[in-house]
């Protein structure tokens, strides 16, 4: 069980932060949008830390847990905590594939795939454009303004 709240953001709070996106973000997030393979923003990151929902802040992925895919897009093989995401069926452009939101605001973040690494298989495709990023060390974002859970003040990835 998470520490982490996973209510929804209220309906103030969710104008509050679309009024705030890119449009490339608003496209990926809240329409199921793709960014251009190769461009993203965290495919190179090498930082120790948490990436996290670009929209309502929820830790989505450690750094520890990310891998290069070759695939132009940045992977994960394990969730920060699985409770964090949600897995739906995803049958667009004729294809059938697993699409991951964010579990607290239901944001598009990617697609998950079975030929990821050990210990999962898993590989976590998402759009940089859909996350955020905290060095560990630094503290998480409130973008709901909740605070942070007990034992978890910081991204100490």
Known sequence: MTAFDLAPPTDDQRQAITDTLSPD????????????AFCGVFLD????????????GLPLFRSNAKFDSGTG?????????????????DT??????????CARCGSHLGHVFPDGPRPTGE??????????????GQSL?????????????????
């Open 25 to 36: 973000e608003r496209r990926v997030l809240l329409q199921h949008g793709t960014e251009a």
């Open 45 to 56: 990151n090498k930082k120790q830390g948490v990436y996290t929902c670009r929209f309502c």
């Open 73 to 89: 897009w940045p992977s994960f093989f394990q969730p920060y905590d699985e409770s964090h995401i949600r897995r739906l069926r």
């Open 92 to 101: 667009s452009y004729g294809m059938i594939r697993i699409e991951e939101v």
């Open 123 to 136: 590989r976590h495709c998402l759009n940089s454009v859909a996350m955020s990023f905290t060095e560990a």
């Open 141 to 157: 974002p409130d973008v709901l303004h909740r605070g942070a859970p007990e034992g978890r003040p910081d991204a100490g990835a």
